[in-house]
């Protein structure tokens, strides 16, 4: 008798978690059915308010997302996400912190291959080819049209869109987008009898300049190489006036005379100046050089600023990269994209989280909390930006340079064009190849990686 | 009878068959499968290629870079941790006072984390203010940027290996050292025998069937080390502390080329297979088991 009734509760119980199981499954599939007066009905009023159709049905985003700079950024996603969800009580958006930019990339691909991706994820600007020939991403130009089209991407800064756009079309929204700045310590700059005011100019003031702040124990400059060392030498290519890929990511040009010459200065700058470290230099250690005033001018990512500006015990400076032909810098950072193999609905709801945390208000604040430039031009027209612009006028540079600004490197097998890229610059650097042989073999290398693509 | 208890034998064993299987063979026979094709990101559906990636790596400068890397980097580390463990598993054997705190210096390499410790390295190897940029120039010598020489970063990884290994073997070389009967050393002592030559013919043959094991593990560890490259080097400066498992890591997931790394990763598991063998079959003759 007892065993009978064991058997009927669970019996009931599996019935019950049937039914509820198939109750979900027709919500989500019919979608015309939360139109009907019953469904919006029982919507809060908020989202009948936005006047959307589908407004009420309950939908859940999964949101990868990497952190490369310091600070408690995680608390500071997790309560931009949790506005989100006030405005839109219908949508739910979890984010998932995962690692660095490298790691998100891995996750985010693993996801893809096995069918199920994140429904919206920020990743390096320049994994738009990776993404494209692995089929993973949507283009954005449908939702941006219902924005007002070319309106809309107006107000963004063309030099982060050159990452977002190829074959006419926008695969992702800038979200934390940088430059490389110059940092200098101006109490070195007056020790040294240089004016603070006046950070070097060209190529040939910052070897002047970088020669009269070397003494011992002080390097008058660094320039991080581990992991960038394509991101710098773009700088000395852009500064000579040409970038190192077209756009289409389907050729690099490294082999240039203006690319040897950039790499000739740099290179000189530790070999023959003696201005600069001899060797690889670490991406992570030459911020805390220069906070230690090891280094009195330093090359770095203006995501850094808002560190810098709270760890430096001294008087520092920001400043536009030293111009050759032309002022010049890579942008660099991560972006929006909104995967291909999810729910359409997914996808609208994904497009409305992105422009979300794009808007101009919560684009400047992301800045102030970060160092990273606002990817807006209306950002730096709300109070809060100019409030702190006014007391921070450094928070301004890397927008301003962005005027010089182009793309990040990025290819079809980006992975491994970089690495190429990154092994010879490395390899110049520590003196096995010479500038020009170095680059050649670049050249070479890189060719063979995207031989494929130029069928 | 006999095949019920056979039954259960199988039965017993089903649970750890099943994850050998599922986390082991499978995925070794999946790789195998997939180096035989072309899968990157030019081709959107895997094309077989037969045996073309393993052709394509004998023409791979960086894979062949990365490979005497290896064997340096294996040549340097698995000797000179084992010799160090041996010594310092024989010191702390000795019941002296603070024994236990020694023996805890010894051993605290071992517990923590990789990715600390490699960020501890970073920072002794940095140069102008690190511990042993300091030293250096203490000591009236020149700077070096230790990691961003392609001439020196290798010997620092060593040393750092051989450091964090050496605390770890100094367990298993200790638990030999206790296995040891009292006995011998009494006898030897009666007898009136040097110290040198009771640990030439005595404590060191008894501690072989320990250094086999250790040796395996040491030489194993050599080819698995990725961690501290990734935070220390990359790799860098242009591949010169690139290892085995770091380039594969690098060709799977930022050259996103699969048939590429599952034929590097079964290149790596024959080395392995095949070192073992070889240290197990050559070394076991010279093994005393008690």
Redesign the interface.
């Known amino acids: 008798m007892r065993s009978m009734s064991k058997k009927l509760v669970y019996l009931t119980l599996c019935c019950l978690t049937l039914a509820s199981c198939g109750q979900a499954a027709s919500d989500s599939s019919s979608a015309p059915a939360s139109s009907s007066p019953a469904a919006s009905a029982s919507g809060s009023a908020s989202a009948a308010a936005t006047g959307d159709a589908n407004a009420d049905e309950k939908i859940d985003l999964t949101f990868y997302y990497p952190i490369s700079v310091g600070g408690p950024l995680t608390a500071t996603i997790e309560q931009m996400t949790q506005e989100f969800t006030k405005q839109n009580p219908n949508i739910t958006v979890k984010p998932v912190y995962t690692g660095s930019y ?1 790691d998100t ?2 996750k985010t ?1 693993a996801g893809v291959q096995s069918k199920t991706p994140p429904d919206v994820a920020v990743l390096q600007s320049t994994e738009l ?2 993404l494209l ?3 993973a991403i949507v283009p954005l130009d449908d939702f941006i049209a219902q924005e007002g089209g070319a309106s809309y991407l107006s107000d963004f800064y063309p030099a982060f869109l050159a990452n977002s756009q190829t074959d006419g079309k926008t695969y992702s929204i800038p979200f934390q987008r940088s430059t490389i700045v110059l940092y200098y310590n101006k109490d070195k700059f007056k020790e040294a009898g240089l004016d603070p005011a006046k950070p070097p100019k060209t190529w040939q003031e910052m070897k002047d300049y970088a020669k009269k702040l070397t003494h011992d ?1 002080t390097w008058g400059l660094e320039i991080p ?3 960038f060392g394509y991101w710098m030498l773009q700088t000395f290519a852009l500064q000579n006036g040409n970038n190192l890929m077209t756009q289409d990511g389907k050729k690099v040009m490294l082999d240039t005379p203006e690319n040897v010459e950039g790499l000739q200065y740099w290179t000189d700058l530790s070999k023959t100046d003696k201005v600069m ?6 991406w ?2 030459v911020p ?2 220069f906070l ?1 005033g ?1 280094t009195a001018m330093m090359y770095h990512t203006t995501g850094n600023l808002t560190n810098v500006k709270k760890n430096a015990k001294f008087d520092f400076g920001v400043s536009f990269l030293p111009a050759n032909k032309t002022y010049g810098s890579p942008t660099g950072g991560g972006n929006f994209y909104i995967f291909k193999d999810i729910d359409p609905k997914k996808q609208e709801a994904a497009w409305k989280f992105v422009k979300f945390m794009t808007e101009s208000e919560r684009a400047a604040q992301w800045s102030i909390d970060t160092g990273y430039v606002a990817v807006k031009k209306s950002a730096y027209e709300t109070e809060r930006m100019k409030q702190y612009t006014a007391e921070f006028p450094a928070a301004l540079v890397a927008r301003d340079q962005l005027e010089y600004a182009s793309a990040e490197l990025s290819t ?2 980006n ?2 064009v ?2 190429t890229v ?3 610059v ?2 110049a ?2 003196g ?1 190849l010479k500038p020009a042989d170095a680059l050649k073999k670049a050249q070479e290398e890189a060719d063979r990686a995207l031989a ?2 130029n069928k | 009878m006999r095949w019920k208890t056979n039954v259960f034998a199988w039965l017993l064993l089903l649970p750890s068959l099943v994850f050998l299987f599922l986390f082991t063979f499978y995925p070794i026979a999946k790789t195998i499968r997939l180096s035989l094709y072309q899968a990157d990101l030019a081709t959107s559906k895997p094309l077989f290629v037969g045996v073309d990636n393993y052709v394509r790596l004998l023409d791979d400068s960086i894979f062949l870079k990365v490979l005497t890397n290896n064997l340096w980097f294996a040549l340097g580390t698995v000797p000179a941790s084992i010799a160090l463990a041996m010594v310092m598993a024989v010191f702390v054997n000795k019941a002296t006072r603070g024994i236990g705190l020694v023996r805890a210096a010894f051993f605290y390499p071992t517990v923590i984390p990789m990715i600390a410790a490699a960020n501890i390295w970073l920072f002794i190897y940095t140069p102008e203010y690190g511990l042993l940029s300091r030293a250096v120039t203490a000591l009236g010598a020149s700077d070096m940027n230790w990691l961003g020489s392609p001439h020196t970063v290798m010997w620092a990884l060593i040393v750092m290996m051989v450091w964090k290994e050496a605390g770890y073997f100094m367990i298993f070389y200790l638990a030999g050292l206790q296995n040891v009967s009292p006995d011998l050393y009494e006898s030897a002592y009666v007898d009136g025998v040097s110290r040198w030559t009771i640990f030439r013919k005595i404590t060191f043959p008894l501690l072989m069937p320990t250094t086999l094991f250790v040796a395996i593990v040491a030489l194993t560890n050599s080819f698995k080390l990725v961690d501290h490259l990734m935070v220390m080097t990359k790799g860098g400066p242009d591949n010169a502390s690139s290892l085995l498992l770091y380039y594969i890591y690098e060709t799977a997931f930022s050259f996103w080329d699969q048939g590429v790394a599952s034929a590097l990763t079964v290149v790596m598991i024959g080395l392995l297979l095949l070192l073992s063998a070889l240290q197990f079959f050559g070394l076991d003759k010279k093994v005393h088991y008690q």
């Open positions: 490298a990339a891995v691909q080819f990776s020939d692995m089929n124990g190489v581990t992991g470290p001899e060797g690889a230099t670490d992570g250690t805390s050089d230690e090891k079809h097998n992975g491994k970089m690495k990154n092994d010879q490395q390899a650097l520590t096995t494929a693509f």
